[in-house]
Each structure stands twice: as C-alpha cells, then as structure tokens.
C-alpha cells in the first residue's frame, strides 16, 4: 500500500500485520566493558537506533568484527555476530554475505584493526564493493592492549610504545579510501554529535554498496584531552550538508554553524574536504549509486541445486579422464 | 422544385429510385479513399506479421519494421543502400507470397523468396538475405492478415507472457524446495543417525574409507551435535509443503513427463468449468508458496501464522494472490456467441477469475436484430467492451486487426494485468465484405470510427482520462481523419478531393447496404448535393434542399457521387456521437474541462489586478504561519525556572551520568540521557554529572535542599552548567 500503482491482497496484508517489531532494547545483549565515557557507546547506541528504526531482524543481521575495543561491539548486540581475529573482519564479512546475501552485514573495526594489521583488506574490501556498511571507530590508539600508537595517531603523540612522541605524520583514512577504485560511499562522523551520527549510518545503511564511515571517537581513559579542542569548539567541527547528503537540524545547526554545501557526487572536492584535519568535516563526502557490487556480478542468480554441482563437478573430472577405448584421443 | 432535385429527395427519405435522376448503386463501385490502394501486396505496411518466439516484450514483430530496423542497423555499412534495396525486394515478393498461402515458417519463407528473386536477379541478394536474416534475430510465424490474425497473435502474446510467468514460478519454486530440503536434510546430519560412523563413512567415499577413523570422529561429532531438534509440526509442515510444490499441475517443473494443465479454451463454460475444478489446488498451491517463503526465511511463526494458513482462501483469494498462476484464455467468435455464452464471458469477467478472453469480430456491419434493416454499427464487440469497461476492474482493449502490431505494448500490458481482461478485435474478414482484403477492410473500419481502437486500463490511475486512452487511432482529435485525393475533373484540371472516411463509406463496401446509395450520373451537376462531412449536425426540421453524399471510384477509376439515405446518416452520426463520448473520455475534447477554461479566460479577461493582489498577501500570511511551529518542534529545551534539564538530543550514551546514579538519569527510547526523577538523588551528584558529562549538556539548575552539606562550593562549580 506503500507505493500507489501495486495493491496487495488482503491476506498479504495480515502477514504484514504480524511482522514483528523490536525496541531499542530487543537489540542489546549484556553490559558493555567500555569505559565509561567511551565514544564505542555512542556508537552502539546510533547502530541499535538504526536496527529498531528499519525493523531489522536480529536473526537476518550480522555484525562482524576484528581484535580492539572497539571490535568488542558484536558483543552487545542481540543479533549474529563474529569477534574474529586482528585485521580480519572484513574477509570474514565477505564470505557471510558471499554466502547469504539476504542478511544485512556490519564491519566493526578499529584503527589498529583496520588501518595497520587489516590495511590490504581494507583497500580490497572497498575495490569490491559488497553491499555491506564498515565503521572505523578511529581512536587513533591502541585501546586495548593499552596505549600504543596507531598509524591514525597524530605526529608527535606520546604513548607505550612512542615514549618521545611518535614520528610520522598520520594516515588519513578518508583519503586513502576515496583513492582506491571502486570506492562508492565514504563519510566521517564524530561519536559526540549523535543526531548525525545516526543520519550517516543510516544513509551508509542504504547505500548499495560498501559503506566506509570513519568515526572519529574519543578514548577517555588513553588519550582523554586529545579531542577536547574540538568538543569544545563547535566551529572547528565542519558541518557537510546537501539535499543528496546530511541534512542539519535547526537543533545541530544553532550549536554546529560552520557548513558547507557539499555534493557527495563531487569526487574532486570530496577529495579536498578528505584531506581537512582541523576543521573536522562531517557529513557524506562521496557516494556513487552506479559502482556495481561484487556479489551482483559474481553471482548469477542459478541456484546451487545439487544436480548443478554435480554438473560442474563431472566437467571438471571430464578433463581428467582418459578414455580407454578412443586410443587417438587423450 | 427541379425535378431530378425531388428524385434525391425521395431517395433520400425513402430509399425509393423514382424519377430517373439516380442509378441503382453496383458493386464495382468502391469508397473514393480506397483508390490507391487497389494491390496491396505493392505497399508496405504492418503487416505480415511475425510471431517471435521470444519474450512478451519482442514477441510480435512486423515485417517491414524489422527491415526497416536491420537496414538502419548498417548504418555503416558501405554496402547499405544496396542491402536495403535487396531487402525490400524480399519483403515485397514475401508479401505477395502471403497473399496467397497465408502464412508459413518465417525462416524458410525468407529465404525460399531469396532463392527467387536470386535466381531472377543477381546472386548477391542471397548474401543481403543471411545478413538481414541475422539482423532479425527473430523467428517464428509469419503471417498476412487474415481471419485467424486475431487468435493467433494473442494467443501467441499470451503464451509468452504465460512462459515468464512459468520461469518466474519455477525459479521461485525451485529455490522454496532447495530450501526446505535443506531444512530437512539439516536435521538428518545433525541427528544421531547423520553423525554415526555408518553415515560418515557413506560421506566419504569409497577411496578413503580405511583413511578415517569413523568411530572416532563420530564420537567426536556426537558431543557437539547441536541440541535442537526440528519440532514435529515443523517437520511435518516442510513435508507437506514440498508435496503441494512438488505435486502441483499448474507449471511444469521441468520434469516434462508431469502432466499439467491446459489454460486455452475455445469457450467460456469450459474455461470456467476447469476454473472450479481447480480452484481448491490454486488456493493450496498459493497458500504453500506463501508459507513456503516464510518457512525458507526461518520467519514462520506457529503462534500467528498457523491462524492466518488456517483460513486461507476461505473467502476466495484476489487478483494479487493468483497473480503467480496461469491465467486462461478464452478465444471466442463474436458473432457465434449465443446467450449462454455471452453471459458466461460476462460471470468469468466479474467473477474476479483471471482470465484473458479475445473476442474476434468478423462481421462490424452487423444488421440489427431488433429493428430490420438497421444496422449495428460496430457489431455484438460494442456492447461486450461497455459492459467490460463498466466492472470497472476489467482491462479492455478493442482494436481492428490492421492496428495489432501498433497495439502490441496494450495486448501485452492487458496480458500481463492482474486480473481479467478483455480483447475485442475485427478482423475484417466477414463474409459480406469479399473481395476487400481483409487488412483494409479492417483499417476502414477503424477510421471510420465504427471499430475504433480503445484501451481502457483500470491500473492506469483513478480516472477516466488515465485509464481511458483512444489515442492510437488515426488522427484522434478530428472526426475522422482526412484522405486528400488528388484527380482529374472533367476538364482535364488536377484538383485535391478532400474524402474523409465515414461509416457510410464503410457500408458502401457491404452488399447488405447497397440499397441505402444511388449513384449520380455522371455529368450532372452539384446542385442539391453536399458532402456528408457537411451534414454532421443534420435535423430533418421540413423538407431538405440537399441531401448527402459520398465519393465512390469505379473499376475505371473515375470518381462518383452517391447519394445517401436518411437511415444511414442517422446511423453515421450516431456513431460520431459515440465517438466524441469516446474521445471524451479518452481526455480529448473534454467538455467540462473546456467549458471551465473558457469560464476562466472569460474572468480573468475581466480584472488582472485586482485577482492577484491579495493572493500575494495570502502566500505571505501562510509563509510565516507554518515556519513557526516547526522552530518551536527543534529548537533545543531552554531551562524551565530553576530545574535541571539535558540536552538529550546531543546525549552521546556514555553512561558517565547513569554510572553515578541510574535512578536520577535515564535514558529515553533512543538510549539518550534526560532527568528522569531531580529528587532522585543529590545536588551534589548532579554537578558532578555536569562535570563529568563529556559533551558539557547536563544543567544543574538550582540545589533543591538548600541544607545539603557543601551546599555553597556545588552552587559556585555548578555555575558553569546553568
Ligand atoms: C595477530 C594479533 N596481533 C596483535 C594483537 C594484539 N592486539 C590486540 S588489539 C590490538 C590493537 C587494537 O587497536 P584498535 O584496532 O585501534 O582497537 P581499539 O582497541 O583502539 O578500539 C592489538 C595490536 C592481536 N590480538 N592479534
Ligand atoms: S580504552 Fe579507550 S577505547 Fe577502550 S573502552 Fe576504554 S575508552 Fe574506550
Ligand atoms: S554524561 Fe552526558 S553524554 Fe554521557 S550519558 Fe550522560 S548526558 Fe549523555
Ligand atoms: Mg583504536
């Protein structure tokens, strides 16, 4: 009844009736181990928002993750989910949705995860482009394993192991996803401003496509005055909008006043925002609807019966067998 | 009055050749706007046409479009022009083959007329033949206008759109039993009988059964099969279901020695006696596609579920529900159709059964069975489509046979309608009308407007104009469209005789009606006579001093003026008047709409000025009302008075506050912090809350114990989160 030129029949319309509706807290499992004050419960609690507002079933939805903190988030949600090993969730995401490509799928991953140990699945996981959405809870940190430098951490940053504060400038994960090709979606967000946190998980959620949002999110308990300038400043934070993008909130926008229009179809000045530290833009800063998805083109659409396997199988041993009785042919 | 004058009077109003002054009507005279086209076979036109063996949308193809299509496919080609003119050749000799046999197997036709003209002219043309031939891409039928043109090419339309309808269903089909095998086959492997070592070693093969240690594995398997168990009811359930799918006659499955049922009838009481037979296996197998989907995505749920399969179909099902099934098809003659008949066609189209019927009309001149002589313009098709198109839910497509191909997007889309549809076609091959090919007898009668071409689509929109749509006739915004002739007048002068095609035209083709037209001789003069086209708005008020005429060209092909009756001119406008009731509807020349507009002009003629100023003063009074309730809904909560409040939009859930005390702070459904008791706990707590509070969006208010121990330093560190 949604869309005027399609009516349903009446009894299409009572199994509609019966579908089942969760709250927020349907999708939260046990009590997180986060620090208090963590940015992983804002993210969380943006991800259980989105799942209660698209009705996702637990039972259909995924959540897979690497080593961190941070890849500790499939624990808490009420639905499937995968804490695999460091620098891995990705492959792992490929293969559940290689497999059922009906369910939705999450990459939870951290900056260590993704950005060192994971870096080539990283950049293979946004070439092949599979329907699923990744967030990046950039914590420029080790947080885990208790304050090590990370490839995201700022030059000069004291830590375990860069005790004289480390040497290299930092890697910009945005502009490394927005030069790889086939990249179709990419965004950042910071844990603090939630309305648009949810917005840009939400848009991630419905691209067709993979999704990449870098979350800048804080560590309280490591590094608790690294984000401070910002929190406090809401003009050092760079608010994106565009009728094809975020749109801000009279409520956002009397704190956060410093915008921009930007249309995430403008890989040029995507590529520009991407390479802004401070301010820190927020918002979608690219997304291409046409980059085909890898599943779409690497699956046919035939149906894996057991007489097709059998098929291929005996095709393959075909060019095997040596026949004994057609002596001119091998 | 002149005497000859008073002769076309008489005959005009009796149909009486007295006096002298007009000649008995014969049959080698022919309507003036059939003149050119004499041989047929010599032009190009739609047909014949091709029945593709290809999907609906491809399915009916024309001859000469497809050469056409080939030929601008070689745009590049250095070769074209003389591929084309080969083409052509081929497609005419084809067409003059037609005209003979019929119809015949498109590929050999082709090339047997290619051989032909090879043989004849120059060997290349076999060449240009292949070339065009691969350019097709189509095979199948071909096939010249005759009676048969009407079944055949819906049918062969319907079965295409039945076979996607069949993949659809056997993908489906196929995947729901892959599924609920799986389920099954799932259970048995995880069972105790699926991990003992007998089953194992049976998984294996037989070149490594001494490899393994089965006892040992299937101890090891045994220990971690998982605990559950389907239910007996679910079990049972995927059993039946994979039954009803299995055993189900409407599709085959591929399986082609599974026998299934017919859906084409020659009749509607056999197609509705089929319908009832298997009615209660429609409604199972649709039951168990639906349930099968559920159960294949793990969301069937017996608490809800069983309840709504319980039931189902008890109250008949929709249109939507049986849109997966076959839909019939009902071939019936019009003018064979009997009481019975007819009213069975009327019960299968309002009795909301899918069905398709196609209704061919070979008589469009039929005489009236009530009042003798009359004739009944249209024929038995009129009123079947007015009954159709007042169900309101029928899809209805009338058209003559020459319009087919023109009209394949609407047979295809009325095939492919969720529910029953309705296909009148003339054929133009009725006894009465020998010696016209049956093509343009039917393009005749589509002009004329006595089979007007009209589709009327109830998934279009919810009014008349979006459903109603007439816009595939010739020149749709006029009477009837203009055939200018260009002849010789007695003194040897060209001139342009403009012969617009009107009923009385048609009927001037029918020997049934010859008696309602008198021929003037030649050489006499124009005094007393006027087109008919002229007397559209005729009243007989006294008596007529001119009575109508039609322009009529002899086997010597010279034109002639005939008289016409006074019986047929009220036939011919009340079959105008259908016609712009028709138009009408079909958003041309919409009265109402075009009184409306001219009540507009007429007003807004009056006074410019003074109608726009105060619509600009309205838009502005409305602007400023709507803006400001929607500040109000997002503007951030101000402090009420002295209490403590949250800034709950901008709450990251960092459960800082509700650490400190879980009872003073809550989380709303979006997991985001507000106050939910002030008196729950401390001020003390609050400012440390506050303080604590990453995003700096707890305000503490004023202290509501004034006594609280320290009271003085919290107001001074609270004075930061007022
Ligand atoms: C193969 C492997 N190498 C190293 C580790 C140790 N280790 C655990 S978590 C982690 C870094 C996590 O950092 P990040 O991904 O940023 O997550 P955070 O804790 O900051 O959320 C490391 C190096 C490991 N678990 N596995
Ligand atoms: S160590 Fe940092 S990242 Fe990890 S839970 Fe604590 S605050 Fe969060
Ligand atoms: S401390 Fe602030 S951000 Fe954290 S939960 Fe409370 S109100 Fe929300
Ligand atoms: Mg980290």
Known sequence: MMDSGHSISPSECLLRMYEEHHEIEDYQKGVPRWCTGCGDNAIL???QRLCRDEGLLPEKTVFVSGIGCSSRLPHYMNTYGFHGIHGRALPVAEGV?????????????????????????????????????????????????????????PIG???????????????????????????????????????????????????????????????????????????????????????????ISPAVAKVYTRMEEHDPSDMNRAREIASSIDPIPTGILYRNEEVPCYEDVRLDGRLRTASLVKQGLEAEFDKFTVWPDASGQA | MDGKIQDYITFFLTGRLDGGSLMPMDPVYRPAAFGPYSDLTSLRYDFPLVLNRADAGRALQSLSHLVDDAVADLADDPERDRIARHGYAIEMDLRRELDVS???????????????????????????????????????????AERSVPFRAVRHLWSAVQADKAKDFRRKTERLLLKLRGILNAEVANSATGRAPEALRAGVGAGFTNAFDFTGMSKILMDSKPISALSDGRRQRIRDLIEVLEGQKFFSLGNEEAATYEFAFECSSEALKAYKERHAEAVSLTRALKMAEL??????RERMHDRIFEGFGERGLGFEDLAELPDYLVCAEADELDAQESSGIVEMLSAGIPVKIIVRTDDALQPSPVAEGHANLGGRSKSLVDLAIGLADVFVLQAGASQLFKERDGLVRGLSYTGPSLFSVYSGSGKESKGIPAYLASAAATESRVFPSLTYDPSAGHDWSSRMSVGNNPSPEDDWPDHRLRCQNSSLQAETVSAPFTPADLMATDARYFNRFAIVPDGADDEGLVPLNDLKDFELEGLPEEVPYIMLVGEDNRLRKAVVDLRTLTEVRRCLAMWHSLQELGGIHNSHAERLLAKERSERALDVTVSEAPLTVAVTVGETATAEPEEVEDAIAEPVGDDPFIETARCTSCDECIQINGKMFAYDENKQAYIADPDAGTFRQLVEAAEGCQVSIIHTGKPRNPNEPGIEDLIKRAEDFQ
């Open chain 1, 97 to 153: 949705k290689l497999a059922r490509p009906e369910l939705s799928v999450f990459v939870n991953t951290g900056d260590g995860d993704c950005c060192s140990i994971g870096a080539a699945h990283w950049i293979h996981a946004v070439r092949y482009n599979m329907n699923m959405t990744m967030m990046l809870h950039d914590n420029q940190i080790y947080g885990l394993t208790k304050m090590q430098a990370s490839p995201t951490s």
């Open chain 2, 295 to 300: 159960e294949a995505a793990g969301e069937y």
């Open chain 1, 157 to 247: 940053l004291k830590s375990n192991t860069t005790p004289r504060g480390s040497y290299l400038e930092a890697l910009n994960p945005l502009t490394v996803t927005l030069g790889i090709s086939n990249v179709s979606f990419v965004a950042q967000v910071v844990d603090w401003i939630p309305e648009v946190l949810y917005q840009v998980i939400s848009a991630a959620y419905h691209h067709k496509g993979f999704s990449f949002v870098r979350i800048i999110q804080r560590c309280p308990e490591w590094l608790p005055k690294l984000m401070e300038p910002w929190l406090h400043d809401p003009q050092r934070v760079l608010m994106l909008h565009h009728e094809d993008g975020v749109e």
């Open chain 1, 45 to 47: 609690a943006a991800i």
């Open chain 2, 102 to 144: 019929g119809s015949g197997d498109f590929h050999e036709l082709w090339h047997a007329a290619s051989d032909r003209l090879s043989k004849e002219r120059e060997d290349a043309i076999k060449d240009s033949a292949d070339l065009l031939w691969n350019l097709f891409n189509t095979e199948g039928i071909i096939l010249d």
